[in-house]
């Protein structure tokens, strides 16, 4: 029989994933968490609302605009910036913002979007469960800002034994946990996992009610600040949580004019935030609840992939298989060890034999 705590850990998977977003000060996780829920249940409210007047069927270029569901995470923003700087044509593409990956995936589920922002275990995930996502842009590469971190007088990661994790009720907080004990030769019976919302973490930590926590940017900083020091991150698991947009394959195939278009603005705002930081930070800041240079700060730890590298990561090329698709296949293997997926899946379906470009359309 499995130990509860790892059935606990398993099921993990059906809640959010960056759920708390980010937030207005970093030490002050709760307060902006609760300024911006009633927008976020107004914005669900509408997205359910809607499910009686949009066909769950795929969307073609007569019933756009597309609908494309976000959560709050720094990786994210640059759709929200090529909005504000009137890149996206909003006659053919809606931003939806919910407060948690599970609203996210829900929605996706349940056709009131088309396309969402997630991380790739989340992709692999509605794939294993029959909905045809397929990837078309990868969003960021988390390399430092996804980590566990704990008291100081905790050295390493065996010293976690018999300690309390406060743990994120979602796919990434159980992966991220389930890898780093895996890679120390541990498992989850040797330690004592709280569930706990990102909004909750650092007061918990602050308050001695936890040794340890798994958690991401901003938060990580304001435990760092706070006192904790990082026992493991994501540079230890690199290429492992991606985070991905994603799209029906239905939709995908209809109108390749729409996804072209999708993947051209979001390389526009990357070159516009490369170009102008500071600018970028100030538009994006202001919808975040942030200040610009706690903005900046907060992609500390992600890397987000050029058009050229989008390229290698998801094309076939010369025959060869998409870059992404070796680290989907681990990632996917390490979901099946932990039993976050529901059964046998074939991954490569995430990446479409042909990948839209604005070159292809010309």
């Not at 029959?130 to 971190?149: E, F, H, K, Q």
């Not at 936890?210 to 990082?230: C, I, M, N, S, Y």
Request: proline share 5%; with cysteine.
């Amino acid at each position: 029989m499995l130990n509860s705590k790892k059935i606990m850990v398993n099921t993990i998977l059906s809640f959010n994933r960056r759920g708390g977003g980010l937030v207005s000060g970093l030490e002050n996780v709760s307060t902006w968490r609760g300024n911006r829920l009633t927008r976020s249940l107004a914005l669900l409210l509408v997205g359910l609302i809607s499910v009686f007047t949009l066909s769950c069927t795929p969307q073609t270029s007569e019933d756009l605009p597309l609908r494309i569901g976000t959560n709050i995470w720094p990786g994210y923003e640059p759709l929200y910036l090529a909005r504000e700087l009137g890149y996206l044509n909003e006659q053919e593409v809606r931003m939806v913002e919910f407060s948690s990956a599970s609203q996210v995936m829900r929605a996706y589920r349940n056709g009131l979007i088309d396309a969402a922002a997630l991380t790739l275990d989340e992709a692999i995930l509605l794939l294993s469960q029959g909905y045809n996502p397929r990837i078309l842009l990868v969003m960021d590469v988390s390399a430092g800002a996804d980590a566990i971190v704990a008291r100081p007088d905790i050295k390493n990661i065996a010293e976690l034994i018999d300690k309390k994790i406060a743990v994120e009720n979602s796919a990434l907080g159980a992966f991220v946990l389930g890898r780093a004990l895996e890679l120390n030769g541990m498992t989850v019976d040797q330690i004592e996992v709280l569930p706990l919302a990102i909004d909750k973490q650092f007061r918990a930590f602050a308050q001695g009610q936890v040794d340890a926590a798994v958690t991401f940017e901003p938060v990580k900083t304001a435990l760092l600040r706070r006192g904790a020091h990082v026992l493991f991150d994501s540079t230890q698991i690199p290429g492992e949580i991606v985070d991905v947009l994603v799209v029906r394959e239905q939709f995908f195939n209809r109108n390749p004019s729409i996804t072209s278009s999708i993947q051209d603005v979001w390389y526009r705002a990357l070159d516009y935030f490369s170009a102008h930081p500071n600018k970028a930070a100030d538009i994006m800041s202001r919808r975040i609840g942030l200040s610009p240079e706690q903005t900046l700060a907060s992609y500390d730890g992600l890397i987000l992939p050029t058009k050229q590298q989008n390229e290698q990561l998801l094309s076939y090329q010369q025959g060869s298989d998409p870059e992404l698709l070796k680290a989907a296949t681990h990632l996917y293997s390490s979901m099946l060890q932990q039993g976050m997926t529901p059964g046998p899946v074939e991954v490569k379906t995430l990446f479409p034999q042909q990948h839209h470009s604005s070159e292809q359309r010309k």
